[in-house]
């Protein structure tokens, strides 16, 4: 009985040490933004319902939280007109924490007009698919 309550009374002391140190807040995504240009954090600036005519750069910016670098997440970007894939990013995630965390794609003559799509997939799942036209 007395080893009963000498656990019990172990157990919430370590409890009231440590709250919440057994337990990480879970990843979420709070934002996902196409943009003509990003500033020093990634955030974005510049957010076009379509990119001008023969845009030569296409960011991709992701708000994140309690992100960590087991975390992985992929954009393949599309052109739907022909259905080709121009390109395929994966994220480097350095360290845990908040922020944007951004993508790119260049094309040095310029996007064709059309229509296009960002994939974005968080850890193997799709979570978004972000359709823009260049004009």
């Known amino acids: 009985m007395k080893v009963k309550i000498f656990l019990a ?22 934002g996902i933004y196409l943009a003509e240009s990003i500033d020093e954090n990634n955030a974005p600036e510049k957010l076009p319902n379509i990119f001008p005519a023969k845009s030569k750069n296409i960011y991709l910016s992701i708000n994140v939280e309690n992100i960590t670098p087991d975390d992985k997440i992929k954009v393949i970007w599309t052109y739907l ?23 790119n794609i ?23 698919d972000l359709e823009f036209s260049v004009e």
Do not use: H, M, R
Request: hydrophobic share 35%.
């Open 106 to 128: 260049s094309i040095s003559e310029g996007f064709p007009s059309g229509d296009y799509t960002a994939e974005i997939f968080l850890n193997g799942e799709k979570i978004k």
């Open 9 to 30: 009374i172990l157990l919430t002391i370590v409890i009231a040490i440590f709250p919440g140190c057994s337990t990480q807040k879970p990843l979420s995504i709070e």
């Open 81 to 103: 007109d022909t259905g080709d894939i121009i390109q395929e990013q994966s994220s480097n995630i350095d360290k845990k924490g908040s922020g944007f965390i951004s993508f």
